[in-house]
């Protein structure tokens, strides 16, 4: 199984310490941000990485080469400065990903969500011609009404009976998800999904672990504060 982590954002909310760093490789304790996902993929055993990137991306290139350091082999999806939001870039990135399920990281996010429980969802979807599993998480201050919700047989719609949570940004994708989507060109994957629930072809599990959207200078010293003592 590949995973692909989105390192393509400006960070516009992260300034001044983005003009010059591109997010993804803001420290965060004794790692940059992206580090703490291609460490917990590696454990997982899924070594095959792609990143996309834009904004300040030869940064991110350098910093990581080809994944050694990290016991992965990382290939690079470049987008050019502007980047392709996030359907846009997966869609740009789908001959390094392959034809079977593949799971998509934000970079942007710190959580000890099971990675590998991903290659038990690759499975199912496989197995059940469904196109999308997502992680949702309790909705924090910053999105108190959610994004989805996750009914009792796991099944996940834009609104209806269920628990309205916040998509964590970490999912399971069928290729066939993004089959409409044109390559470079910038592409919403929201759009993608309520389409996909509106089929029956999502489904979600609930994360009630460590979940924080480092979006902010806040948050970025409280996921600093989290991870001061982690060692991999």
């Given at each position: 199984?590949?995973?692909?982590i989105?390192?393509?954002?400006?960070?516009?909310r992260?300034?001044?310490?983005?003009?010059?760093?591109?997010k993804?490789?803001?420290?965060v304790?004794?790692?940059?941000?992206?580090?703490?996902?291609?460490?917990?993929?590696?454990?997982?055993?899924?070594?095959?990485?792609?990143?996309?990137?834009?904004?300040?991306g030869?940064?991110?290139?350098?910093?990581?080469?080809?994944?050694?350091?990290?016991?992965?082999?990382?290939?690079?999806?470049?987008?050019g400065?502007?980047?392709?939001?996030t359907?846009?870039?997966?869609?740009?990135?789908?001959?390094l990903?392959?034809e079977?399920?593949?799971?998509?990281?934000?970079?942007?996010?710190?959580?000890?969500?099971?990675?590998?429980a991903?290659?038990a969802q690759?499975?199912?979807?496989s197995?059940?011609?469904?196109l999308?599993?997502?992680?949702?998480?309790?909705?924090?201050?910053?999105?108190p009404?959610?994004?989805?919700v996750?009914?009792?047989?796991?099944?996940?719609?834009?609104?209806?009976?269920?628990?309205?949570?916040?998509?964590s940004?970490?999912?399971?994708?069928?290729?066939?998800?993004?089959?409409d989507?044109?390559?470079?060109?910038?592409?919403?994957?929201?759009?993608?999904?309520?389409?996909a629930?509106q089929?029956?072809?999502v489904?979600?599990?609930?994360h009630?672990?460590?979940?924080?959207d480092?979006?902010?200078?806040?948050r970025?010293?409280?996921?600093?504060?989290?991870?001061?003592?982690?060692?991999?």
């Amino acid at each position: 199984m590949k995973a692909m982590i989105l390192a393509a954002g400006r960070g516009e909310r992260m300034r001044p310490l983005t003009d010059h760093c591109p997010k993804p490789l803001l420290a965060v304790g004794s790692e940059p941000l992206i580090g703490h996902h291609l460490r917990r993929l590696q454990a997982a055993g899924i070594t095959e990485v792609v990143i996309n990137h834009a904004w300040l991306g030869a940064q991110i290139e350098a910093r990581l080469g080809d994944g050694a350091d990290y016991g992965v082999h990382i290939r690079y999806s470049p987008e050019g400065a502007q980047g392709l939001e996030t359907a846009g870039g997966i869609a740009t990135a789908l001959p390094l990903l392959g034809e079977a399920p593949f799971l998509v990281v934000n970079g942007d996010v710190l959580t000890d969500i099971d990675f590998q429980a991903a290659l038990a969802q690759a499975a199912r979807l496989s197995a059940a011609g469904t196109l999308a599993h997502l992680w949702l998480v309790a909705n924090p201050p910053h999105n108190p009404g959610g994004d989805f919700v996750l009914a009792a047989d796991g099944a996940v719609s834009s609104a209806g009976a269920g628990i309205a949570l916040t998509f964590s940004g970490i999912g399971v994708y069928h290729p066939q998800l993004f089959a409409d989507t044109a390559p470079h060109q910038a592409a919403k994957l929201a759009p993608l999904l309520r389409t996909a629930m509106q089929q029956g072809q999502v489904s979600g599990s609930e994360h009630r672990g460590l979940w924080l959207d480092v979006g902010t200078v806040e948050r970025l010293q409280q996921a600093n504060e989290l991870a001061a003592d982690w060692r991999y």
